[in-house]
């Protein structure tokens, strides 16, 4: 019998072994026999695969780390040779594809479709012989512990199955906002799967809220100016048109994502912006061609599933006909960033080029509330429409920054070091003190959340001033160069100004605080001898107290003013322990 691999990571692999039991399983699912009804238990789901992996030679199970329910989190490897390490996956040069599902356990419409997916093509020759080209990875669950909470009652606008997980994890992470800053197990476990697949093109399973229409799936691929460069391009002419094609000769209509809050889609809608929190915008740091697959949460189960059954597929036959361009346009990535000189990190809606769309709608109109004393939304499905509407797709860059040759980052940051490992970021250490010249970043500013969010009190809107400075960096510190395969996660997690990055994340907070201070009984006579030997400080600060009413009417901020000029005042306040290395 061929044996279940589990891979824990403090170990380099294990071997199965590879002689196969003659399949007598009929390996019907749950799905199937409640006629599209119901959803498996955790268990069940991973029962199924080790069923499927006992019996195959081409399919393997493995573990990888934990998560913060105590049980590993799994994967599932099809390879028509059959895998039997960890080293076989690292090393495969095949199409290879990751399928996710589960981030959302109540959204259990992938891990259905990922089950009946590999059951057929395992079971299936001719399809065998299509895919031999392709390996396939599989998360059947990836929040565990959301999956083992299971409810009916907690997706109140979902129509099926008739019991399934909840949304948070075992901690209450929403583990799609957590793949930047990484604070569950989860998402340590998943970076680990991630880079030991390296997928050139990942999907993330997902079911929609928000307005009413008429199709029953929707995909939200990655934001293609984001991901910029040939990628990008590929992905919005060539990724997209395919996949809406295939489906279309299904007889299958899909859309993308329905993006709208607060309105209705036909007066438009633009493209979800993916940032690194997200699924997507994480994996498109490594170059890898994303996309979410959205079902509609007032369809019945069994369409929803259905669809995203036939969307891997579809998804699976585009991954294999243009796998040796794809690796081509990742293993250029890089090449293109450096070459570019610079990297955008924010964007706006470009609002004069949207895209066309024959959307498929239902009219809506608002009706008195039967709860409140207000009204409500109310779309008719007695009045479908098919209209064009505008889609806002494209994003223009409004902020960019100059790429440097290196970061250095001072050690005793731990929990970004360890997230840099986490991620593959090559890096080495100051082997002795070393001196030279540096760009120093200082917050100018910022604004923070006053609701916490995912057990952060996020930052936002962060600015820096720059300084060039000759800096002493200590034995141990760290230097990462950028011109390597995570140089998008290192830009948007180091550079302060990014959407996610790890200042505002909440990671370099400490730096926030002043630490020392002033009497100011004790430092009015240094204030004043300061002043007389710097006038163009003493004019500065007369200038500020004449145009700056409330600057002119709080003595202490004056005398904070000409502190924060001398040597008192400490180097470190709002210093960023990330230095930026250039060729000056």
Not at 63 to 78: C, I, R
Not at 345 to 360: A, E, G, N, Q, S
Not at 406 to 424: E, S
């Amino acid at each position: 019998m061929k044996k279940v691999c589990y891979f824990i990571s403090f170990l380099l692999l294990f071997s199965c072994n590879a002689t196969k039991k003659k399949n007598t399983t009929e390996f019907k699912t749950l799905f199937e026999k409640s006629e599209g009804t119901e959803t498996p238990e955790y268990k069940d789901v991973i029962a199924f695969y080790t069923a499927l992996a006992d019996t195959y030679s081409e399919v393997a199970l493995f573990s990888f780390g934990q998560t913060d329910a105590g049980e590993p989190l799994h994967l599932v490897v099809y390879s028509a040779e059959g895998i039997y390490n960890i080293n076989e996956i690292r090393d495969s040069k095949k199409n290879t594809l990751l399928i996710n599902n589960g981030i959302h356990p109540g959204e259990s419409d992938g891990i259905d479709a990922s089950m009946l997916f590999l059951r057929d093509i395992v079971q299936n020759d001719s399809l065998k012989e299509n895919y031999k080209n392709t390996l396939i990875a599989i998360i059947p669950v990836y929040n565990v512990g959301g999956a083992l909470n299971r409810n009916t009652h907690s997706r109140a606008n979902q129509n099926g199955p008739k019991a399934y997980g909840f949304r948070g994890n075992a901690r209450n992470f929403d583990l799609n906002r957590d793949f930047i800053k990484q604070d569950t197990k989860n998402a340590a476990a998943f970076a680990e799967i991630f880079h030991t697949v390296n997928p050139d093109v990942f999907i993330d399973n997902h079911v929609s809220n928000g307005a009413d229409y008429q199709y029953a799936i929707t995909h939200l691929f990655t934001q293609h100016n984001k991901l910029g460069g040939d990628l990008g391009e590929f992905l919005e002419t060539q990724m997209r048109p395919s996949l809406e094609q295939s489906l279309k000769e299904k007889g299958i209509d899909i859309t993308p994502y329905v993006n709208v809050w607060g309105t209705t889609p036909e007066a438009g809608w633009s493209q979800f912006y993916d940032s690194p929190r997200y699924s997507t915008g994480y994996t498109t740091l490594f170059n890898t061609l994303g996309m979410m697959v959205e079902t509609h949460m007032l369809k019945p189960y069994k369409t929803r599933v259905e669809q995203t059954y036939e969307l891997l597929f579809s998804m699976l036959d585009f991954t294999e006909k243009k796998s040796n361009e794809i690796k081509t346009l990742r293993k250029n990535a890089v090449a293109q960033i450096v070459a570019n000189k610079t990297y955008p990190l924010h964007y706006k809606v470009d609002k004069k080029h949207p895209t066309i769309l024959r959307f498929k709608g239902y009219e809506a109109t608002t009706l008195e509330s039967k709860v409140t004393n207000g009204s409500r939304l109310f779309y008719d499905r007695m009045l479908p429409f098919t209209k064009d509407v505008n889609y806002y797709n494209n994003y223009i860059a409004t902020k960019e920054i100059k790429l440097p040759e290196a970061y250095i980052l001072q050690q005793g940051w731990h929990r970004v070091v360890t997230r840099l490992q986490n991620n593959n970021i090559e890096f080495t250490r100051f082997k002795t003190d070393t001196t030279f010249v540096v760009e120093v970043q200082h917050i100018k500013d910022y604004k923070t959340r006053t609701k916490a969010y995912e057990g952060h009190y996020l930052h936002y809107n962060t600015t820096v001033v720059k300084t060039k400075k000759r800096v002493r960096f200590r034995k141990g510190d760290l230097y990462i160069p950028t011109r390597q395969n995570g140089i998008r996660y290192l830009i948007e997690t180091l550079e302060a100004e990014g959407v996610d990055s790890f200042f505002n994340w909440n990671f370099f907070d400490t730096i926030l605080q002043q630490k020392e201070g002033f009497s100011g009984y004790v430092f009015e006579e240094v204030a004043a001898n300061f002043l007389r030997e710097n006038p163009a400080i003493k004019i500065a600060l007369e200038e500020k107290i004449k145009t700056d009413e409330n600057f002119a009417n709080n003595p202490r901020a004056q005398l904070s003013f000409v502190y924060e000029k001398t040597l008192h005042y400490e180097n470190a306040h709002l210093m960023l322990p990330v230095f930026k290395a250039y060729s000056f």
